[in-house]
């Protein structure tokens, strides 16, 4: 655009920039529910939007004051100039031109992609001396009276800060812009909106199936500057007010920490002391950090409302809808039972009772974005949950719970389930968005802080005047939120400074006005990969066929391994599908490990003797479990014949010990025979690897004894014989006989024997 002259209208239109990408899913979810749409920020593009490539002048304020204008006010914007270009920029000159007032949500959401170039009032530039070179900045201080933008009525209006100036000798043209807003409320507001921040310190985990660390992730984001170090500050630093009467200064903002017990369980792990990180022996270097981060966390958990999320972060729906809700059961802080120290029923709050001096609650439970299942509600609800946290897309009228549509917002809602209704907290996708990427902002996060307060703004300007009707609204950013800390604490410090802003924490809500948010939208198929959700599947299943065999109570036994299959199924798994793949057939090969600790010894030689036709078979059993199982010992022998081995029933073996067995066996025969052993779970899964070996008997067996015995018998009654007959001879005086016929008389005929048989 043109601009020879001060004051003079800018002669191109002006491109209103896309969707940025922090806030596309909340646009998604709500474009899908058939209302507005909650849009990306006026002017919020990211810095690669292909409406700035043109704009060597980028644009980043410090400073826009005041926050939510009166009459009379004088408006103030400051920060930095900075030429991206290759040519130098002179001739410079800044203005602030606005377009008409909105009122509404719906207004505010559709103006981002609306075709108004803020030209409704234009006043003049104002100039600045010198030049900016290529790759230089400038700072720059724009001051303007509300009355020459005639803000004549209260309401939110969209504002340019437009930057002109020439390069190369050229027009003066337009070089840069910023978009933002002006927030005019009533003097003496009717009503005050209810704001509520729900804070996640959650962190995908760094321990593999068994425990131990695959790297050193997490004391980088603990340590100064990290992903957590940074969101922690941004409660601990929010301002404190010494309550009526004295004593000791609270929050002003009473902000609800969502916390992860793995998280915290992890920390305690690392400040114990070393710890070795990928197999090497006192490689993590985090000790102090954890140390000081769970420090600094239990002063912030002593002042502030702490809601313990399932044990892992556990994706609760994509767990429920493929047929894995046990997972989900034992990883709730209330009812669940696992975690790597194995503590028992309600294993999540106990860890985070016990690191941070206080009882978390465990009635709010807080699903994932995206659209859940009424099975997954009804799960969370049976492990405890008195309310759940829904993303507005979640919902068939979810628009109306953010003031998209209707007159007021209110955060509280009712899902309809088969075992009765369930109440219902709905955050707001856009403000969460805008709350968790604030240094992602076109324009710094001074911007990112004015739309957010332009998004309040008309919530309360299109409410009704009954202050039972005021608006509420929940803040819930992104997990893994990474926002600048300065820009996030001031939005939160903003609901308690402005008089028509209300703090409050997530349980006061719960007692807040309703809306009717409709019913659960239609949910699709599973969040998480489905090939890695097999495998999940195949070690739940190999988890239960050894819990079978636990003697005791199995969920205790078997803490250990339950913690892993929630670390496994972490809601973080779902923007890294590869990695949860990983993860998932690393849990599932290290559930399987685990039954190969309860095996049978095979002997030195591989051959057993014994010492008689029924002496018992003695083999030794090995149970390196930590807990007591029960277990079958199968017996086979090849073809079943000469030896048979009796069925000895359930064996219980004991921890970390060897135990003899004595089976029965009944020998028929002598020889070698081949036999094969193997342990199983009461259910039939086998335990530990089959030995086969020899079993070796020069033992005589029923049979052959019989046999021979005859024979001995027999032998004896033909000597018996033989002897009779001597002594009866020698009686007569006659040769002894040998038993052959006897000679025939002197003189008498020979018989001569036939030639052929006669029969």
């Not at 002006?182 to 509520?196: E, S």
């Not at 500057?225 to 010494?242: F, H, K, M, W, Y």
């Not at 002391?273 to 000081?292: F, H, Q, R, S």
């Not at 990112?448 to 307060?453: G, N, S, V």
Request: glycine share 12%; proline share 8%.
């Amino acid at each position: 655009m043109s601009s020879s002259a001060a004051g003079s209208a800018p002669a191109d239109g002006r491109r209103r920039p896309g969707l940025r990408s922090v806030l596309a899913s909340a646009a998604v979810c709500l474009a899908a529910l058939g209302g507005s749409v909650v849009g990306a920020p006026h002017a919020q593009a990211a810095p690669d939007d292909d409406t700035r490539h043109d704009r060597p002048i980028s644009i980043e304020v410090s400073r826009l004051e005041p926050r939510s204008v009166v009459p009379g006010a004088v408006i103030t914007v400051s920060g930095v100039l900075t030429n991206t270009g290759d040519q130098t920029v002179t001739d410079l000159g800044v203005r602030l031109q606005r377009g008409e007032v909105l009122t509404t949500r719906a207004e505010l959401a559709a103006a981002d992609t609306a075709a108004d170039p803020d030209t409704t009032v234009v006043p003049p530039f104002q100039d600045y001396d010198g030049s900016i070179g290529p790759g230089r900045s400038m700072q720059f201080t724009y001051t303007i009276p509300t009355a020459s933008l005639q803000l004549t009525q209260d309401g939110v209006y969209p504002v340019l800060l437009n930057v002109n100036g020439t390069t190369g000798g050229g027009d003066r043209q337009r070089l840069g812009e910023l978009s933002t807003y002006l927030v005019q409320q009533p003097a003496l507001p009717t009503g005050r909106t209810t704001v509520a921040w729900l804070w996640p310190l959650v962190e995908r985990s760094h321990r593999d199936a068994s425990g131990d660390f695959v790297d050193d992730g997490l004391a980088g984001s603990v340590r100064s500057g990290g992903r957590l170090d940074r969101a922690l500050s941004v409660v601990e630093e929010l301002p404190r007010t010494t309550p009526v009467g004295g004593g000791n200064p609270t929050p002003s903002v009473p902000v609800t920490l969502a916390v992860d017990p793995a998280l915290v369980e992890e920390l305690e792990t690392m400040a114990a002391g070393p710890y070795a990180v990928a197999g090497k022996e006192d490689a993590g270097k985090g000790t102090d950090d954890a140390a000081a981060f769970l420090q600094r966390l239990r002063a912030v958990a002593a002042v502030h409302p702490v809601v313990a999320l399932p044990y892992g972060d556990v994706d609760a729906d994509s767990l429920q809808t493929a047929g894995l809700g046990a997972v989900l059961t034992r990883s709730l802080p209330e009812a669940g039972t696992a975690s790597a120290g194995g503590e028992g029923q309600g294993a999540g709050a106990r860890i985070l009772a016990d690191a941070l001096g206080v009882e978390p609650g465990t009635d709010v439970a807080w699903v994932a974005d995206g659209a859940v299942h009424p099975e997954t509600l009804a799960a969370l609800q049976n492990g405890g949950a008195k309310q759940v946290v829904l993303d507005a897309g979640a919902l068939s009228e979810g628009t109306r719970a953010v003031g998209l549509r209707g007159s007021s917002a209110a955060a509280r809602t009712s899902v309809a389930l088969s075992s009765g209704p369930m109440d219902a907290l709905v955050a707001d996708p856009t403000l969460g968005a805008l709350g968790g990427s604030t240094e992602k902002t076109a324009g710094g996060v001074r911007i990112a802080e004015q739309r957010y307060l332009a998004e309040l703004s008309v919530l309360a300007l299109q409410a009704p005047a009954d202050p039972a009707q005021a608006p509420s609204v929940l803040i819930a950013p992104p997990r893994e939120v990474g926002a600048d800390p300065d820009g996030v604490r001031q939005m939160m410090s903003d609901t308690a400074e402005l008089p028509w802003l209300r703090a409050a924490s997530v349980e006061d809500l719960t007692t807040g006005p309703s809306s009717d948010a409709g019913t659960l939208v239609a949910a699709g198929t599973t969040a998480l990969d489905g090939s890695g959700l097999a495998d999940v599947a195949a070690a739940v299943a190999s988890r239960d066929d050894l819990a079978g065999a636990v003697v005791g109570d199995a969920d205790s036994a078997l803490a250990p391994e339950d913690a892993a299959l929630s670390r496994a199924t972490s809601v973080a798994w779902r923007t890294d599908p590869a990695g949860f793949r990983d993860a998932a057939q690393d849990v599932r090969t290290t559930i399987g490990e685990q039954r190969d600790r309860v095996t049978l010894l095979a002997p030195a030689d591989g051959t057993y003797s014994l010492a008689s036709s029924d002496a018992p078979l003695v083999l030794t059993v090995r149970n390196d479990l930590p807990f007591t199982v029960r277990v079958l010992l199968q017996l086979r022998t090849r073809g079943n014949v000469g030896l048979s081995i009796d069925d000895i029933g359930p064996q219980e073996l004991a921890p970390g010990e060897r135990t003899v067995l004595q089976v029965p066996t009944h020998v028929r025969q002598s020889g070698r025979f081949a036999v094969t052993a193997s342990l199983t779970t009461p259910s039939g899964g086998p335990l530990g690897d089959r030995v086969t070996f020899q079993v070796k008997s020069t033992a005589y067996g029923s049979i052959s004894l019989i046999i021979t015995i005859g024979a001995a018998v027999l032998l004896g009654l033909l000597f018996l014989r033989r002897l009779i007959r001597f002594l009866m001879r020698r009686r007569r005086g006659g040769p002894p006989s040998d038993g052959g016929p006897e000679p025939a008389p002197e003189g008498a005929a020979v018989p001569v024997p036939p030639t052929r048989s006669p029969v």
